[in-house]
């Protein structure tokens, strides 16, 4: 059996008292200790790195540097790291540049971007590393990363296989004395792939814990997964936030509409939908990467997707993820987390608006906690840029999936199940602004051959006159004049 082993803290006593502490420091609650039921352990997270500067809030994304030692790099207490010439031997060491080498283009870097992949974090490269003494010296741009990896001769075959430090020394040394467990091929190279991304995961500020399930944060190696699993995800996230508060350059908070997420153009028998490789399911595969969440109270999310052609609209929100028993890793009984119920989120539609700029348009908080949140038939009457915006309701990280999807326009404006006058006198109060020519043809097509009051259907058309009128309509004046 192979180890995964944390530098500083080996005692689960002492580990879970501090993280239960860093905790309640950094997400500014002050009951969950107790019950542990939101799952994945941490011990606080980065407040300054060398890629991005202080950190802000729990939950901000950050950006990361990463950087491997040279041989002959001081490792306290092991010896000097052998690392680059153990990388060598095991893999495919041909070219001359660190970058163009096989085990480092198609092993060790995939493994930090898998993690930047499915969080707010933000992983570079740092080529640059000045041998300095391991795990004394924080990172510096153009000198030596954040995170630095390096390795040597830990117990040999068996045993610990690696092991990182806590932040801000989170630097990780690989047992360079086992190389038939590294260098095994199995599962394109799976317990090098799996050992170094736990340990980037404590280098995040994630700590072990034991579970029902099978999640990368355990202490044992297990071959079985690939790499971040659910649970480890929601970790990552609830420090860092998830992949779309930042961009390709580096964090860029989708919490304001300025700086919304765009999921796309909506158009008539479409749907866009974003968060849909979480599910019920505590198991990740490596292809899946598609996971956003609400981090805490000071997160909330934005999407946008642009309308060129009316119609109505149907937006679901749905809280995910499966529930499963989880303790810090260590003695105690196991709790059950239902990562589906943890913060109850709802939504608001913005759209434009008819005298111009953008406005709220409807909510969605009617459902408890664990619960979809939905709106449907909705209709949108202007063509332009639209936007949802999701809320949570508390400190704990809440993974969800998010749709909007439009139908066409039916006659029903007033969404009572019926086509009648009373459609006619919404859409003539402006009350749904729908301004768009086909808009009243879809009403008299499906009002038909019925009786129509005269009443109603000699008032001054709005779209058989001009443009000002037309605008003076949109503006409210008309409107007020006729109701
Ligand atoms: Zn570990």
């Not at 491997?68 to 000097?80: C, E, N, Q, R």
């Amino acid at each position: 059996m192979s180890i995964y082993r944390n530098l500083v803290i080996l005692d689960g006593l002492l580990w879970r008292t501090r993280s239960a502490v860093l905790l309640l420091a950094c997400v500014g609650i002050g009951s969950f200790a107790a019950s542990e039921t939101f799952a994945f352990v941490s011990n606080g997270r980065w407040a300054f790195t060398a890629g991005g500067g202080a950190t802000g809030l729990v939950g901000a994304p950050t950006t990361l540097t990463w950087s491997l030692v040279p041989d002959g790099t001081v490792i306290p207490g092991s010896g000097t790291s052998d690392l680059l010439a153990f990388l060598d031997a095991n893999f495919d060491g041909d070219g001359g540049d660190i970058q163009s080498k096989s085990w480092f283009a198609d092993l060790i870097k995939p493994t930090f971007d898998r993690w930047t992949e499915i969080s707010g974090m933000t992983f570079r490269y740092e080529e640059n590393d000045d041998g300095a003494t391991f795990g004394n010296f924080n990172g510096q741009v153009g000198v030596r990363g954040d995170v630095r990896v390096g390795g040597v001769f830990l117990d040999g075959p068996g045993g610990t296989d690696a092991q990182a430090g806590f932040i801000p020394n989170a630097d990780i040394t690989i047992d360079t004395g086992d190389p038939s467990f590294f260098s095994d091929p199995a599962n394109d190279f799976r317990n090098l792939r799996n050992t170094l991304m736990h340990e980037i995961g404590h280098s995040l500020g994630l700590a072990h814990l034991d579970s029902t399930a099978d999640f990368l944060l355990e202490p044992t190696y297990n071959s079985s997964i690939d790499g971040v699993q659910l649970d480890d995800i929601r970790g990552v996230q609830q420090l860092y936030g998830d992949r779309y508060e930042r961009d390709e350059i580096g964090p860029r908070p989708n919490n304001s509409l300025d700086s919304a997420t765009f999921l796309g153009q909506l158009s008539v028998g479409e749907s866009l939908s974003v968060g849909m490789d979480a599910g019920a399911s505590t198991i990740v595969t490596a292809e899946q990467s598609d996971f956003v969440s609400v981090a805490n109270l000071n997160d909330v999310d934005y999407y946008t997707f642009d309308v060129e052609t009316v119609g109505k609209i149907d937006v679901l929100l749905t809280p995910t993820g499966p529930n499963y028993f989880e303790k810090p890793s260590g003695p105690g009984a196991f709790s059950l987390t239902r990562s589906s119920q943890l913060s109850d989120l709802q939504f608001e539609l913005y759209g434009p608006q008819v005298g111009g700029g953008t406005g709220l348009l409807t909510t969605a908080d009617a459902a408890s906690i664990g619960l979809p949140e939905s709106l449907f038939d909705f209709p949108l009457t202007l063509p332009g840029e639209y936007s949802v915006k999701v809320l949570g309701s508390t400190n704990i990280v809440q993974l969800y999936q998010l749709s909007v999807s439009l139908s066409e326009l039916d006659a029903d404006f007033d969404s009572d199940g019926d086509t009648d006058g009373g459609d006619f006198l919404f859409w003539q109060r402006g009350l749904d602004v729908l301004f768009a020519e086909k808009d009243l043809e879809v009403w008299q097509t499906a009002y038909g051959a019925a009786p129509v009051s005269s009443a109603v259907i000699t008032v001054p058309e709005p779209l058989a006159v001009d443009l000002a009128a037309f605008m003076l309509l949109g503006l409210g004046i008309l409107r007020k004049a006729q109701s």
